[in-house]
C-alpha cells in the first residue's frame, strides 16, 4: 500500500461502501474511535484532506455515477 494510486483506489471503495450503506465520514471516525478533538494540529490536517476529498468523490458518485464520477472536476 505505499504507492499513492492504491491508497486512492482504496479510498474511492471506501466512499462506495458509505454511499451504499449510507454512512457518513464522522460517524466512520466515530465507529473506529478516532477522536478528532484528540489529535494533533498535523493529523487534523491530514484527516480533513482525506475527507474532503472522499466527500467530493461520494458527491460525484451520487451526482454522475461511478464510471463518470470525476465528470466537471
Known amino acids: 500500500m505505499s504507492d499513492v494510486s492504491s491508497h486512492s483506489r482504496m479510498r474511492i471503495a471506501l466512499a462506495q461502501f458509505c454511499i451504499a450503506r449510507g454512512i457518513d465520514f464522522e460517524t466512520l471516525y466515530a465507529a473506529l474511535?478516532?477522536?478528532?478533538?484528540?489529535?494533533?494540529?498535523?493529523a487534523l490536517s491530514h484527516m480533513a484532506g482525506v475527507m474532503?476529498?472522499?466527500?467530493?468523490?461520494?458527491?460525484?458518485?451520487?451526482?454522475?455515477?461511478?464510471d463518470e464520477w470525476t465528470k466537471g472536476r
Open 33 to 42: 474511535g478516532i477522536d478528532m478533538t484528540a489529535a494533533d494540529s498535523e
Open 52 to 66: 474532503d476529498g472522499m466527500t467530493a468523490a461520494v458527491e460525484g458518485i451520487r451526482q454522475n455515477g461511478i
